[in-house]
């Protein structure tokens, strides 16, 4: 059955475009989305509130198979954001993945061009834990020396593939890392390491 | 609009459009009180806040010319889910935010089929009776001013 979206949707959209918008210029800095009660399963809070504001009619998405199978989430989607949904991750503008482990490779995305790098796709992925200890070191561009993030689960080779995301700047993918209402970004220019240098 | 073509002898779809074709012309309170009929406050919930905003409407010069933009429109629109899950949708010109809530909720009513002949007979109806005897009297207005031309052709060769 069809839920509701954001209660107030002009501030509660402004907000959390503020706080993906922060995520992005920080890299790794875990910040707060709020102002959704509810969201369909298995589709989190703060992936779900993302996707409202981000995403519109002109914006491809596509879904992983664990979000595909329910059509709760797949309805909701197309109710309250209007954007077409895709099987095929290279049209999309938008992936949304709830199993990270099992997530395809980075290369079966739009990965953007050397004319036109901005066509390259943003992932959501859905974290179950997210701090800012261990794990992974950032650096870059946002980042004053290095961050510590960990993000669990991840699939085991992550911090290779972002290693090559990175190598293809200013092509690439921009990651968003979405625990239950907390986010943090990862976008490609962003250096990331699994030991302190 | 327009979509005649896409859904031959649909009933179910030219009904649900004549019951939303009543109630874009309606008056707020006529379907408030109508609904009255059918219980105090019908239980539902608002899938997306009743909103306000603007559609461009797109006009073509003797049906076969290219679209062109005429001008833009206020338009309130509601989606409303009843409790045996229906969910009715209004779209209604101006910004009465009230008549398009009670629209999304006639519409939803209408789909359902326990509450559509009740719908029918407490809503639409006293609607239709006032905007026929309306059209009617319009339409007797007219016709007493109606003048008829005529052409006499001259005899020419």
Redesign the interface.
Known sequence: ?????F???VRASQAVFRAVMDAMARPGAIVATGGLARAPQPLGLAAAAVALTLIDYETPVWLDPALAQSPDVAAWLR??TGAPLTDDPRQAAFGFIADPPRMPQFETFSQGSMDYPDRAATLVLQIERLSDNGGFYLSGPGIRGSRALTATPLPADFAARMRANRALFPRGLDIILASATMLAALPRSVHVATELS | MGNECASPANTPVTGRRAAMATLADARASEIASGLAALGDDIAHVELRPVETGLVMLQGRIGGDGAAFNLGEATVTRAVVRILSGEVGFSYVLGRDRHKARLAALCDALWQNPSSREQLERHVLAPIRDRQEGERARQRELTAATRVDFFTLVRGED
């Not at chain 1, 059955?1 to 979206?5: G, N, R, T």
């Open positions: 059955m069809l839920a509701p979206a209660a107030d949707p109710f309250h």
